[in-house]
């Protein structure tokens, strides 16, 4: 199978919560692309009982942005279990994409409504909106590299 075409990188912006948005929406699209055009039953495959379905992948992503932004930032209650990386048979792949771009939008509308990037998180001292938001950076960015090796092994699939 041919690679995808490589996306641009997001473009470059002075106002820095921008700036971090965007490559966080960047390395969203690159976890939605590995999961894109396969069944649910390809989304729920594990290589060899390794590491996590690409299913298990956009789950777990969606929950942790909740559990940062929600959870850390806005002092809400938030709850982590090891059963995201492995959802049932009730989630499907387009409940789970649909669910990661609303957790999306909600994070994005999330932080633009915080005065700075600055803003104390409610939960974690030192923690900061701006650190946060590279946290979520960084996770997005392991599991998409996570997300293509799983992808590769699937079907020989690979690109951005």
Same mark, same amino acid.
């Given at each position: ?9 997001p ?17 969203r699209g690159?976890?939605?692309r ?5 069944s649910?039953d390809?989304? %729920? ?8 379905? /690409? #299913?298990?992948?956009? $789950?777990?992503?969606? @929950?942790v942005?909740?559990?940062?932004i ?18 049932g ?6 409940v ?12 994005e ?13 409610? %939960? ?8 946060? /938001? #590279?946290?979520l950076? $960084?996770?997005?960015? @392991?599991?998409?590299g ?7 092994l699937?079907d020989?699939t690979?690109?951005e």
């Amino acid at each position: 199978m041919p690679p995808a075409q490589t996306p641009a990188l997001p473009p470059g912006t002075p106002d820095e919560q921008e700036l971090l948005l965007r490559w966080l929406d960047f390395l969203r699209g690159a976890v939605l692309r590995k999961i894109g055009g396969i069944s649910d039953d390809e989304a %729920r495959w594990v290589p060899a009982g390794a590491l996590i379905s /690409l #299913l298990g992948i956009v $789950n777990h992503l969606t @929950r942790v942005e909740w559990r940062w932004i929600d959870g850390e930032m806005r002092g809400q209650e938030v709850s982590r279990s090891e059963e995201e990386f492995r959802p049932g048979p009730e989630l499907t792949v387009s409940v789970a994409v649909a669910a990661y771009r609303d957790r999306a939008r909600a994070t994005e509308a999330a932080v633009r409504a915080m005065p700075s990037l600055t803003e104390p998180s409610i %939960r974690a001292d030192g923690t900061d909106l701006r650190w946060v /938001l #590279l946290h979520l950076i $960084n996770e997005t960015a @392991r599991h998409a590299g996570h997300a293509d090796a799983v992808r590769e092994l699937l079907d020989g699939t690979t690109g951005e």
